[in-house]
């Protein structure tokens, strides 16, 4: 049974940083993709930034680009989100989720992950 457990999430003024973290347990860390989603309400969950576990190759919605940066600790079987410069638009559930890759590549669609977290919330205030 793989488990994923998001932490790091929380409130912070427009500008700030917060760092997620993304612990799995339950599998030899073999999986090819880590993605972090986000939903905000009355939103559809989106990508938000993907990382493929052997390799290293990244993966980020422009929304995010160059603000967040999506890292692992292949020891510690966990991945990271680190967000700078953060704006109100950021503010939603954020998801981690475990999945394979197609034709070699982490892809951003939400079906081709099949094992999430139960997300931690992110709040940015203006």
């Known amino acids: 049974q793989v488990q994923l457990v998001e932490s790091g999430g929380g409130s912070v003024q427009a500008g700030g940083s917060l760092r997620l973290s993304c612990a799995g347990s339950?599998?030899?860390?073999?999986?090819?993709?880590m993605g972090w989603f986000r939903q905000a309400p009355g939103k559809e969950r989106e990508g938000v930034a993907t990382i493929l576990t052997r390799g290293g190759r990244t993966w980020y919605a422009d929304s995010v680009n160059g603000r967040f940066t999506i890292s692992q600790d292949n020891a510690k079987n966990t991945v990271y989100l680190q967000m700078n410069s953060l704006k109100p638009e950021d503010t939603a559930m954020y998801y981690c989720?475990?999945?394979?890759?197609?034709?070699?590549?982490?892809?951003?669609?939400?079906?081709?992950?099949?094992?999430w977290g139960q997300g931690t919330q992110v709040t940015v205030s203006s």
């Open positions: 989720a475990a999945g394979g890759a197609q034709f070699g590549r982490c892809t951003r669609s939400v079906y081709d992950y099949n094992n």
């Open positions: 339950g599998y030899t860390y073999s999986r090819d993709c």
